[in-house]
């Protein structure tokens, strides 16, 4: 797959999402390219989900969509998903699906229920099943 200018990404300078405070409080770190996308909205998201299958920039995508993206982004997030987060690489990537999927459709207690400010996970370890349950 081609890689536009704004795209590419050397190496993978972005770390994972963590979590700072509470359940709600998450730093991102975003690299310059994602801050570039967030910052056009919505007309990113045709492109963003033209390079969601790219296997080494598939993070670098999902959470931009995760903040641009509409309706039609949850079912393609969905599918780039790992099966069950085994090794680190599959934990984050449904770590970072589950931020964006989170935050498109605003339904929080899919993943994670935040009661009392505590998180309880409640598909630890095949959050995809659950999202295509939802």
């Known amino acids: 797959m081609r ?6 990404i050397a190496g993978d ?7 700072v405070r509470n359940p709600t409080d998450w730093q991102f770190d ?3 390219p994602m ?14 989900l033209q390079y969601l299958g790219d296997q080494p920039i598939k993070n670098h995508v999902i959470i931009p ?3 641009v993206g509409d309706e039609r982004a949850v079912a393609p ?15 984050r990537l449904n770590l970072i699906a589950n931020l964006a999927l989170t935050n498109i459709t605003v339904v929080s207690d899919v993943i994670w229920h935040h ?7 409640k598909c630890p370890d095949d959050s995809k099943s659950c999202w295509a349950a939802w």
């Open 30 to 32: 975003f690299t310059e």
């Open 3 to 8: 890689y536009e200018p704004w795209l590419a």
């Open 65 to 67: 969509l995760g903040g």
């Open 115 to 121: 009661g009392g400010g505590i998180t309880l996970a």
């Open 77 to 91: 997030i969905i599918h780039s998903m790992a099966e069950k987060g085994e090794n680190p690489d599959q934990k």
């Open 13 to 19: 300078r972005w770390s994972t999402p963590h979590n």
């Open 35 to 48: 801050l570039q996308l967030l910052q056009v909205g919505p007309a990113a998201q045709k492109i963003l």
